[in-house]
């Protein structure tokens, strides 16, 4: 990672501010504003003001323990302390190569006025798109160890408005499920609800509550406050130790707490503010991290291959299959997905899917060949990637990952993991540590969402927590409709394995599950599989379907074949949450665009005003053929010139969508 520039300065307040009643810090560009401030019974409390207007009314902050007095009023301010920081680090892989990251930060150094007399240290970050605040227990004599059952920070909307909210039923899950639009008066006050939470403010001002920096911590929700229309924090508690939340010892920082700022929801998919908030890499070499795309086996699993021959499943001639479809289409890599090393689930009444104990992620079965593979994969520029169940890899990474980077395996899909307590997300941390010393890749699955870790270890390519693709083998929830909000709600997060690519593809009201197809269906067009790989976010790009299905209905495999995975800019030219999606990538000097609409057939203006002036360019485009709507696998392809003033129309069919690939051609 290098350093283009970096300016810090702090500017001195002075200690003693005992006539000042609150405490002010401004974004770079002036628009955004914080206030915190000290009530009367000395609580601090903070709100929140974008272009001179209210955003986030007057919301409270406090931290409560077990076995110890609660962290919420009786403050008085030592110190409060300005600093601006100014530095351009440069992303390994994900929407935007060079990033800027410029804020202005408010520390404020808090004292109890009563005993016990502890300190904290609250920290305001001021962003052109947002607001995050964290905690930081210093270390000192009135706290040692402590065990922290709430977090109380809260964000007080002041009127009732829509937002986009998901629940996932507790703090136990895969993450996998629908954001619902509904307003926020709405939301169940028992419920428990994920992030992001998309809000829109007004027409033309949107919010997005998420966090940022999640390390030794539990994962943060939402639920409704006491007032209508404020949101207060929830934290997952650890198994076994409920209401306990955190285990650790001072001195300690909170992740932050992140409010997402924009004049459209587009303009959340064009933020860096959750990578900023994480740290540098810590990987000091990186040139073995590669992204890319890579077939799968599962979705298509147990079934007759017609150009095969033969039944597929956890086999060796199976992955052959499928390592020689990623040869012809020039993709790097190869999911070995479960079972390869054995039944890895043991069943009980009370969990369907607890460990088996007696395998050994070192060893495959008789029926495959690992070491073998990776030899064949080798020879056709190939390499294999290896699912794992989590606790089977908790148990033996100190002795499998070492062996896997001998063998030749690229990286490990780690899943089943369903939870985002300490002590899970701990064992993230551990995990990617250690695949990282192994030269290993990592893609998690039944994981949770993105909280900007991967500039952290950018060898973590990709995660589920999505309601994705797979969904598609067994149940119709996979609509238009949802596949359209992800782009404004779980994917703007970051890295999304939602493994597009499906091309067995028919109309909503057509759709079956697989024990009634002969093969997974997808909702929607086939231009609309494909814009999903420029939509949604994910450095390594996992296409869902069979080499069958691709060889026998070609059409768009050369975007399959040729789309990146991995950008040097992202721009959103226009954005509805409700109707539409346009996203266009940069990759050198080409732009890809795509775009999804809902249920709804609908035309989109996409202006081109993110091109260089006075070149001009060539654009191959391939959009959703007249008859799409009777028959969705069908698409059109035609080559135009276009000019930075070009607005170009984006005829999409119902669920349809829309690709574009624009290269310069000469300078005028």
Request: charged fraction near 25%.
């Amino acid at each position: 990672m290098k350093t283009s520039r970096c300016l810090l300065f702090v500017l001195f307040i002075s200690s003693i501010l005992s006539a000042a009643s609150s405490y002010k810090c401004v974004s770079p560009d002036g628009r955004v504003e914080v206030t915190a401030a000290l009530t009367q019974n000395k609580r601090l409390v903070f709100w929140v003001d974008f272009k001179d207007r209210p955003l986030i009314q007057q919301s409270n902050t406090g931290l409560v323990f077990k076995d110890m007095p609660e962290m919420i009023s009786n403050w008085q301010v030592l110190d409060a302390r300005k600093t601006e920081y100014t530095h351009t680090w440069q992303r390994l892989w994900g929407k935007r190569k060079n990033v800027m990251n410029h804020y202005r930060e408010l520390i404020l150094e808090l004292q109890e006025s009563e005993k016990p007399n502890r300190h904290l240290n609250m920290h305001f970050r001021v962003y052109n798109d947002g607001v995050a605040l964290r905690y930081h227990i210093p270390k000192q004599s009135a706290i040692d160890s402590f065990s922290l059952t709430g977090d109380l920070t809260e964000f007080d909307l002041g009127f009732d408005c829509d937002v986009w909210a998901v629940s996932y039923g507790g703090y136990a899950s895969h993450q996998e499920s629908e954001f619902y639009k509904q307003r926020i008066a709405d939301l169940d006050s028992e419920t428990v609800y994920g992030l992001p939470m998309l809000i829109q403010h007004s027409d033309s001002v949107w919010l997005s509550i998420a966090e940022a920096d999640l390390t030794d911590w539990a994962g943060m929700y939402l639920g409704r406050a006491g007032n209508d229309y404020s949101l207060r924090t929830l934290m997952a508690p650890l198994p076994g130790h409920d209401p306990v939340c955190v285990r650790s010892a001072a001195p300690r920082v909170s992740p932050w707490r992140v409010i997402m700022i924009g004049e459209s929801a587009g303009d959340f998919i064009e933020s860096d503010l959750i990578a900023n908030l994480n740290d540098p890499c810590a990987i000091e070499h990186t040139d073995w991290i590669k992204p890319g795309k890579c077939a799968w086996d599962w979705w298509w699993c147990n079934r007759y291959a017609p150009d095969a021959e033969f039944e597929l499943g956890s086999n060796t001639r199976t992955m052959q299959y499928f390592i020689d479809f990623s040869s012809e289409m020039s993709w790097p890599y190869q999911l070995v997905d479960w079972q390869w090393y054995g039944e890895p689930f043991q069943p009980t009444e009370d969990h369907p899917n607890a460990p088996n104990p007696d395998v050994n992620i070192t060893r495959s079965t008789d029926q495959i060949d690992i070491p073998g593979l990776v030899e064949y994969a080798r020879e056709k520029n190939v390499r294999l990637w290896l699912w794992l169940e989590w606790n089977h890899a908790d148990r033996q990474m100190q002795e499998a990952f070492p062996l896997y980077e001998k063998w030749g395996i690229a990286g490990v899909k780690v899943d089943f993991m369903a939870r985002d307590d300490q002590e899970m997300v701990n064992f993230y941390h551990r995990l990617v540590k250690k695949a990282a010393e192994h030269h290993l890749l990592v893609n998690f699955h039944g994981a949770y969402k993105p909280t900007g870790f991967s500039r952290t270890y950018p060898n973590l390519l990709t995660r589920e927590g999505v309601l994705g693709n797979e969904y598609n083998k067994w149940s119709d929830r996979i609509t238009p409709e949802h596949t359209l909000t992800l782009a404004y709600t779980r994917a703007m997060l970051g890295e999304m394995d939602f493994t597009p690519g499906g091309f067995v593809n028919v109309m909503p009201d057509s759709f079956v599950t697989e024990n009634k197809a002969p093969s997974p269906m997808v909702m929607g067009t086939r231009c609309r599989q494909l814009a999903m790989m420029i939509v949604y976010e994910s450095a390594l790009q996992v296409l869902c379907d069979s080499p069958y299905n691709y060889r026998n209905s070609p059409a768009g495999l050369d975007v399959l074949r040729n789309v990146p995975t991995t950008w040097d800019d992202t721009k959103v030219p226009v954005s509805n949450v409700d109707d539409y999606i346009v996203v266009a990538r940069r990759t050198g000097k080409d732009w890809y665009i795509g775009a999804l609409t809902d249920g709804q057939a609908r035309t989109v203006d996409i202006p081109l005003g993110f091109l260089q002036e006075d070149v001009s360019y060539s654009a191959q485009i391939w959009r959703d053929a007249p008859d799409a709507d009777r028959f969705p696998q069908k698409l059109t392809k035609r080559t135009i010139n276009v000019m930075k003033e070009t607005v170009i129309q984006a005829e999409m069919a119902p669920a349809g969508g829309f690709v574009m690939h624009i290269q310069p051609e000469q300078v005028k």
